[in-house]
């Protein structure tokens, strides 16, 4: 290159200008965190990016910012379990895995209160269903968060139907139904039942009652339902208008008749229409025919004619009450 053919040999001396910005590398952020750069925002969904500063340079030349983000986050195996029973509160969180971030680790439902985690599984309990934010804060102060539901268990079905009426002296069976196999029962009050721990038992009552039933199943869980029974008195209650003691087989002989609601009747007496006694019984015995009145006074048949009777009526619930009527002997 020089005049004569010969090699030219130039020194050039090269300067380097700073970057104004350089290579922006964030080596730890919380997950959720951001940065604005260049008005970009990066996060977790947009972690890395390169951005151009126009004439940023010293010299006038463009900088330029390459972007990289790395997060810190950690996987949390947890899980709930629903309370024996229906409604209970012994249900439980149990951790049994924590992988990333640093240890020690703490744990808390909420963010406050952490507690520090010994070792695993870890169980959290006293819990009833819901749905639970867990917390976890590692070593270096970061925290994560993990929504955990715990359900109920289905609920137990003791049903034992509408509230009942039936008449004195009648009984009636129940029939709970139930979506368990129980365990044990309990009938509450006991009075005028066949049994108080069977499932289907008979109630017989004498006055108005309310029943509970009380069920176990076999975890533990109680449930219970009511039943009323309202009890009418219809005092049942049939004396002949008349008889004919002709011994023929059809209504030969007088006495008063009566439905389960009577307990006793006693002393049936029967006056003629001049106020004389012509019958008197002590005790009859219920629906029993062959002990009422043939028509005879002191072993002579009597005419026809009308009678007047008066008798005393107990009831099964102890009410006692004095009836009377007339009757007439047919010839």
Do not use: H, M
Not at 1 to 29: K, R
Not at 128 to 141: C, F, N, T, V
Not at 191 to 196: E, G, K, P, V, Y
Not at 291 to 311: E, I, M, N
């Amino acid at each position: 290159a020089a005049a004569n053919g010969c090699d030219s040999i130039l020194q050039v001396q090269l300067s380097f200008l700073p970057a104004v910005n350089g290579p922006l590398i964030a080596e730890l952020l919380f997950p959720g965190d951001s940065i604005v750069v260049n008005g970009t925002v990066y996060n977790q969904a947009n972690p890395s990016g390169t951005e151009i500063f126009a004439g940023a340079a010293a010299n006038g030349c463009d900088s330029i910012v390459t972007i990289s983000l790395t997060f810190e986050d950690i996987y949390i195996g947890a899980t709930g379990i629903s309370p024996a029973c229906f409604r209970g509160e012994d249900g439980l969180i149990v951790i049994d895995t924590l992988i990333g971030g640093k240890p020690p680790y703490s744990v808390a439902l909420g963010s406050n209160d952490f507690e520090p985690i010994a070792g695993f599984p870890v169980a959290l309990g006293g819990l009833s269903s819901g749905d639970y934010d867990l917390w976890i804060e590692d070593a270096d102060g970061f925290t994560y968060v993990l929504e955990v539901t715990i359900s109920d268990p289905p609920a137990l079905v003791l049903e034992l139907g509408p509230d009942r009426t039936l008449p004195l002296g009648e009984s009636v069976e129940f029939e709970p139904l139930l979506n368990f196999v129980p365990a044990a029962l309990q009938w509450a009050p006991s009075a005028f039942l066949s049994c108080d721990t069977c499932l289907n038992p008979l109630a017989s009552p004498l006055e108005d009652i309310t029943y509970t039933l009380t069920a176990i199943d076999p975890l533990g869980c109680l449930t219970s339902d009511q039943i009323s029974l309202r009890v009418y008195r219809q005092r049942a209650l049939y004396a002949p208008n008349a008889f004919s003691p002709d011994f023929d087989g059809v209504n030969d002989l007088f006495t008063i008749f009566a439905g389960a609601e009577v307990a006793e009747i006693r002393n049936l007496q029967i006056f003629n229409r001049w106020g004389d006694q012509v019958f008197q019984a002590p005790l009859i015995p219920l629906n029993d025919e062959s002990w009422g009145w043939d028509g005879t006074f002191r072993g002579q048949r009597l005419d026809a004619d009308v009678f007047v009777y008066y008798a005393e009526v107990e009831y099964i619930d102890g009410q006692r009450e004095l009836i009377k009527g007339d009757v007439l002997l047919i010839r």
